[in-house]
Every structure is written in C-alpha cells, then in structure tokens.
C-alpha cells in the first residue's frame, strides 16, 4: 500500500470533526491526512456570515493545499464537500490525483446545489433563510433530526451560489471514486450514483448506511481509502 496525501472536505452544517473517526485508520496505514475547514463551520465558526459563498469554500480548500504546497493528493468530499471538492478539482487539477465523492453532489459546470435538490428541500431552505437573516439552521434543514451540538447554521449563498468551471473540462485522467449511501432511499445522492455507475471511468460503490458514511461505517471507509490506487 502506498502512502497518500488526503484532504478530506466536511459537508454542510458540519465541520473537520465529522472525519475524527477515520483519522486513526488512516494515520496508522502511513497517510498525511489534511481537514479543510470551511469559513464558518467547526474551529472557523467565528466566521460565519450570510455573505460566505460555495467560491469562499472552494477557496478554503484550495489555500490549505497551497499553503502546505500538496501534491498527488486524493481528495475526499462528503455530501455538500461534493460542490466544493469539484470546484478545486478545477482550480488545481494537477495537483489532484484521486476524487471520492461520499454520498455527494457532483455538479455540473453552472449549477449550484439548489439545482439538484428537492423542491420541497430547496423552498424550506429559502424560507428559514429569509426568517433567520440569510442563514439556514441545521435542524431545520434536515426536518428537525437532532443535531450535533458542534454544528453551525450555514449561509443559504453556499447552496444557491452556481459553480463555474474556470478551466474548461475538468480532467479525464484524474481517479474518480463514487460511493452512493443506500439506506436512506430516495436520496438526492441516487441521481449521481445512476450517472456514474454506467462509466466505466468511475469506481463505484454503494454501501447499506446512512449518510453520514465515516461516522456510520468508518472502518469500511478507511478499508476503501486504503485500497484507492
């Protein structure tokens, strides 16, 4: 097994410690493991505001990785780390070897998270976020599930602000990984499972859990890292 370098990128609401559970895995197989923290959420939620944006995300990541100077590495997004792990995929595809998309979104060149949900899930969004000055709750957003007491209320700008491509196609010679959570059917996630099951340019993988993959299954998901080429 070879070393890797892993940015792993937290979702919406969240924040680096949604990984914790994966780290020993992974440290104890030899990997440099590398949380991005996005503006507002985790040891950043002293940044919050409703003026952050999905760019101001995709920003977060690309500066660790330009700070630290990474390379070759395997970037790992869950959920809404879907959008963000896209846009710096683009921004520093040579420096990008593997994707791996967590039960995560997958846009299009244009297209903003809202695009891809639900229209009962984007019209709640909107609603609490227009009652709560631009900022979307946790609980709210998932239906009232508890919620971690670490998570923060997120910018509604993150989910209706478009992802544009900024260098064209993105590469066909990165490494891409999907993993589709399937005990919670239907999902949004099901849409890009479908897609990329039937490229053979894809590893696919679906796994009987929730969404919350490597708080659920965090040994099944080391094992997966591990095995990524």
Do not use: C
Not at 14 to 33: C, E, M, Q, R, T
Not at 70 to 96: A, C, F, K
Not at 136 to 153: H, K, L, N, W
Request: no cysteine.
């Amino acid at each position: 097994m070879s070393q890797k370098t892993f940015v792993l990128v937290h979702g919406a609401w969240g924040g680096s410690y949604n990984w914790f559970p994966i780290l020993p895995g992974l440290k104890a197989a030899g990997h440099d493991v590398f949380f991005a923290s996005n503006s507002g959420h985790g040891e950043r939620r002293h940044l919050s505001n409703p003026n952050i944006t999905l760019e101001t995300h995709i920003l977060d990541t690309v500066n660790l990785i330009l700070h630290h100077d990474l390379q070759n590495i395997t970037l790992v997004g869950h959920s809404y780390g879907g959008m963000i792990i896209t846009g710096v995929w683009d921004r520093l595809r040579d420096r990008i070897h593997h994707v791996v998309y967590l039960d995560a979104f997958v846009p299009k060149d244009g297209k903003s998270l809202d695009d891809y949900a639900p229209a009962d899930r984007k019209k709640e969004r909107k609603r609490t976020a227009q009652e709560n000055g631009g900022m979307v709750p946790y609980m709210v957003a998932v239906g009232g599930q508890p919620a971690d007491p670490r998570s923060t209320a997120q910018s509604e700008l993150t989910f209706s602000t478009p992802l544009y491509y900024k260098n064209g196609s993105l590469p066909k010679d990165t490494h891409k990984t999907y993993v589709l959570a399937i005990e919670n059917k239907p999902s949004p996630f099901f849409q890009f499972g479908e897609k990329v099951k039937r490229d053979p340019s894809w590893n696919y993988f679906e796994i009987d859990s929730g969404h919350n993959i490597m708080l659920e299954k965090p040994d099944w998901t080391v094992s997966l890292l591990n095995s990524l080429a």
